[in-house]
């Protein structure tokens, strides 16, 4: 038998870019991967071990997260469909809606992985200097696409729309995507303006103010009509049996939610500040600050952290801007001392 793996792969395969996640070493303080570092709530904890026995059965209570997501958002079971993460939320949307796929440059790298993974086209627009967003040059550039895609506070800048902004984008009447993963930690969700635009899709997630990022469960508010279609083409089963008690208890216990938010709040201001006495730090609504360090390299800065057994993330440069970029994650206040102790000794 042969078999030419070449002549039987879909041509742009090859040349996808593979996501990389944040390093993780195991004794090492990690700030990398945006994580609650103050883990779950310990409700959580015992819903899990109380449906470790029952993973022989299908997951069946998809529909009770939906009740309680709808609940938490203020709105209605029909508009909510839960998925594997953001991720899987994304990939159902690009696979439902027509593009091409509009983003904006930097942000998060999977926008555009899904669509190029689906044959789609993809093309952004670059923010402005500062990480700010040129919403009249967003709408320009965004013409010809159909599917628009936006993150609140931003992966990676931590930068925040504005209504009128968001309200903008969304008068254009083609299907608009706000990934709001990070909106625990500035408060603000835009989920309410679902009942006014039809084309508006929210992404949300358990897996950073919840703390259950190794659990995979994300879920996306959106008009009813939308999620019936969403769920056609959504797998059964995607969100398991442990996932989905977990994140019903941490709906069940928000207060150690908001507890471990405010800590994060409270750091990510210090964290801010040391930040910018050495390199230019940006200001963020998320659980993570953004940093230029040149004239270093950011890879010999976060060679120098690593050597410490602190892990950040290298960015580097961004297509269009000038700078060397690493991101650092808030973690637990004990962390954030330990970064801040290292970092100015570098």
Same mark, same amino acid.
């Given at each position: 038998?042969?078999?030419?793996?070449?002549?039987?792969?879909? %041509?742009?395969?090859?040349?996808?870019?593979?996501?990389?996640?944040?390093?993780?070493? &195991?004794?090492?303080?990690?700030?990398?991967?945006? &994580?609650? #570092?103050?883990? %779950?709530?310990?409700?959580?904890? &015992?819903?899990?071990?109380?449906?470790?026995?029952?993973?022989?059965?299908?997951?069946?209570?998809?529909?009770?997260?939906?009740?309680?997501?709808?609940?938490?958002?203020?709105?209605?079971?029909?508009?909510?469909?839960?998925?594997?993460?953001?991720? &899987?939320?994304?990939?159902?949307?690009?696979?439902?809606?027509?593009?091409?796929?509009?983003?904006?440059?930097?942000?998060?790298?999977?926008? $555009?992985?899904?669509?190029?993974? /689906?044959?789609?086209? +993809?093309? +952004?627009?670059?923010?402005?200097?500062?990480?700010?967003?040129?919403?009249?040059?967003?709408?320009?550039?965004?013409?010809?696409?159909?599917?628009?895609?936006?993150?609140?506070?931003?992966?990676?800048?931590?930068?925040?729309?504005?209504?009128? #902004?968001? $309200?903008?984008?969304?008068?254009?009447?083609?299907?608009?995507?706000?990934?709001?993963?990070?909106?625990? =930690?500035?408060?603000?969700? =835009?989920?309410?303006?679902?009942?006014?635009?039809?084309?508006?899709?929210?992404?949300?997630? =358990?897996?950073?103010?919840?703390?259950?990022?190794?659990?995979?469960?994300?879920?996306?508010?959106?008009?009813?009509?939308?999620?019936?279609?969403?769920?056609?083409?959504?797998?059964?089963?995607?969100?398991?049996?442990?996932?989905?008690?977990?994140?019903?208890?941490? /709906?069940?216990?928000?207060?150690?939610?908001?507890?471990?938010?405010?800590?994060?709040?409270?750091?990510?201001?210090?964290?801010?500040?040391?930040?910018?006495?050495?390199?230019?730090? +940006?200001?963020?609504?998320?659980?993570?600050?953004?940093?230029?360090?040149?004239?270093? $390299?950011?890879?010999?800065?976060?060679?120098?952290?690593?050597?410490?057994?602190?892990?950040?993330?290298?960015?580097? $440069?961004?297509?269009?801007?000038?700078?060397?970029?690493?991101?650092?994650?808030?973690?637990?206040?004990?962390?954030?001392?330990?970064?801040?102790?290292?970092?100015?000794?570098?």
């Amino acid at each position: 038998m042969e078999y030419n793996l070449s002549e039987n792969v879909k %041509p742009w395969i090859p040349g996808l870019c593979c996501y990389t996640p944040g390093q993780t070493i &195991e004794g090492y303080t990690k700030l990398a991967s945006n &994580e609650n #570092n103050y883990g %779950p709530s310990p409700k959580v904890k &015992e819903a899990i071990r109380k449906a470790a026995g029952s993973v022989n059965v299908y997951p069946y209570r998809d529909p009770e997260l939906r009740e309680k997501i709808a609940g938490y958002c203020k709105c209605r079971p029909g508009n909510v469909i839960t998925g594997n993460g953001s991720d &899987e939320s994304i990939d159902l949307i690009y696979k439902t809606f027509k593009g091409p796929v509009h983003s904006v440059n930097p942000t998060y790298t999977e926008y $555009r992985i899904f669509a190029e993974a /689906l044959g789609e086209r +993809y093309s +952004y627009t670059n923010l402005d200097e500062g990480f700010t967003f040129p919403v009249e040059k967003f709408i320009k550039e965004s013409k010809n696409a159909r599917i628009l895609v936006l993150c609140s506070p931003n992966n990676p800048t931590g930068g925040v729309l504005s209504e009128e #902004n968001i $309200r903008a984008v969304l008068e254009e009447g083609k299907t608009t995507v706000l990934d709001e993963a990070y909106v625990e =930690f500035h408060k603000r969700s =835009f989920t309410p303006l679902v009942s006014e635009y039809p084309n508006l899709l929210v992404l949300r997630t =358990f897996s950073k103010a919840f703390a259950i990022a190794g659990l995979r469960v994300g879920y996306i508010v959106a008009d009813p009509e939308a999620i019936k279609l969403l769920d056609r083409v959504k797998p059964p089963f995607s969100v398991n049996t442990l996932a989905l008690e977990a994140a019903m208890a941490a /709906l069940d216990d928000q207060g150690y939610m908001r507890e471990t938010v405010e800590k994060i709040k409270k750091d990510r201001k210090r964290l801010y500040n040391e930040l910018n006495k050495k390199f230019k730090a +940006y200001k963020s609504g998320s659980n993570y600050i953004l940093a230029d360090v040149a004239p270093m $390299r950011s890879n010999d800065v976060y060679e120098k952290l690593l050597e410490k057994k602190i892990i950040v993330r290298n960015l580097g $440069r961004f297509h269009g801007f000038s700078g060397e970029y690493l991101r650092v994650s808030v973690g637990t206040t004990e962390e954030n001392e330990r970064f801040i102790d290292v970092l100015k000794d570098l």
